[in-house]
């Protein structure tokens, strides 16, 4: 992981404590050209649109889809806080972005959410789920950065045992 996805790791952090503080889950997500420059961004939506698929991931996919080529989205990276689920991944696959970059893997997630009825968590690794189709599609984390993965996971303390 490089110091520019480390960079626009920050930003997804950002974006989740702004999802959470509007009343949504704290998970944030960004597509970025190859030089860095943020393209779509977008935070959780999925309590407050009451939309179930209302994720980080497949909002910035939904967005991009409309206004960028696949041939262009290939060349793109989604850098989001957490591992992507499975229907993200199929949204990031579909859309035919060729690179994810995530912060904090799925089974961490888990470790944080517990059995939480608003994520009912996959034990299924994005790798895993990239491995059984047809594009080469690069994955990088979770972050090596001690500080940086707990800033991540700070934005998840406390979120899922509100109102327990």
């Not at 189709?133 to 934005?155: C, F, H, T, W, Y």
Request: with cysteine.
């Amino acid at each position: 992981m490089n110091t520019l996805d480390k960079v626009l790791l920050r930003r997804c952090i950002e974006l989740s404590e702004e999802a959470a503080a509007s009343g949504n889950h704290p998970f944030g997500a960004l597509l970025a050209d190859r030089e860095g420059k943020i393209l779509v961004e977008s935070g959780n939506i999925e309590v407050t649109e009451r939309d179930c698929t209302g994720h980080a991931e497949t909002t910035v996919m939904r967005l991009a889809g409309k206004k960028y080529s696949k041939e262009f989205l290939w060349e793109c990276t989604l850098y989001t806080t957490a591992e992507p689920c499975c229907m993200c991944v199929g949204a990031i696959y579909w859309g035919n972005v060729g690179r994810i970059v995530f912060g904090i893997t799925e089974k961490q997630l888990l470790e944080l959410t517990g059995a939480h009825k608003d994520n009912p968590t996959f034990d299924l690794p994005s790798r895993e789920i990239i491995a059984r189709g047809q594009k080469k599609i690069e994955i990088v984390g979770p972050v090596d950065d001690r500080e940086l993965q707990e800033e991540i996971i700070s934005a998840h303390r406390g979120h899922w045992t509100k109102g327990k």
